[in-house]
């Protein structure tokens, strides 16, 4: 089946830096998402993005499906972004997500 | 709107024991899907489920099972629990179960088996 590497798996920042997580993936999708867990265990969906750009205040996305590559920027950091970051995929016309194992991010103030 | 609602959040279960997780997903939504995250094997992949018809299930023995009901709420049962199904169950739903919906998380059943 499809493989989903993040990195890196962990990522230590001072308040108000800039950060970039990488999601790998080894075939095509129809479907890329982001999420970031909290600290509760609940994934708050940040991106649909199987391709292209997106920016949502301080997050944004990039998706480059023919590379086989998303990337999630964090500007600014706070620490409340604090988390695990998720990359999940799917493929066909499956809503199978199959997720990497995170980028856990601790922001210090 | 209401999200995706989980209940219980919390339950502790003894070992050989049977539970049952519900979840309620976003009004309007018609498909359910559940995973399992444990520390060792991250976020799995266990079953999605469309207008009442299981239409994917993942790589887990025949102890877990689930379904959904006429108005897209599911549950899921897990049967003689052992110590390795603690574990937060989650439960997403999303539009129309295509892919290419933006799936959406409830807050998660946190199960302990002692």
């Known amino acids: 089946g499809i493989q989903v590497e993040q990195s890196p798996p962990d990522l230590i920042l001072q308040e108000g830096a800039n950060s970039t997580l990488r999601c790998n993936f080894s075939?095509?999708?129809?479907?890329l998402q982001w999420f970031h867990q909290n600290p509760w265990g609940q994934l708050i969906n940040l991106f649909y993005i199987p391709s292209g750009t997106k920016q949502n205040g301080r997050l944004s996305a990039t998706t480059v499906a023919t590379e086989r590559y998303s990337l999630l920027y964090i500007s600014s950091s706070q620490t409340t972004d604090s988390g695990v970051y998720f990359c999940a995929v799917n493929q066909g016309g499956s809503e199978k997500l199959v997720f990497g194992k995170g980028t856990k991010l601790t922001v210090n103030p | 709107k209401a999200g995706v609602t989980q209940t219980p959040r919390y339950l502790i279960k003894t070992r050989g024991q049977q539970v049952t997780l519900s979840c309620s997903p976003i009004s309007g939504h018609r498909s359910v899907s559940w995973y399992q995250q444990t520390p060792g094997q991250g976020l799995q992949f266990l079953f999605e489920y469309f207008s009442e018809t299981q239409r994917n299930k993942g790589n887990f023995p025949g102890r877990f099972s689930g379904r959904q009901f006429s108005n897209s709420r599911s549950e899921m049962n897990v049967s003689t629990l052992e110590l390795g199904d603690s574990a937060l169950y989650l439960c997403?739903?999303?539009?129309?179960?295509?892919?290419?919906?933006?799936?959406?998380f409830g807050e998660g059943s946190w199960l302990t088996v002692v």
């Open positions: 075939d095509s999708v129809n479907n």
């Open positions: 997403a739903s999303s539009l129309s179960g295509t892919a290419g919906n933006t799936i959406y």
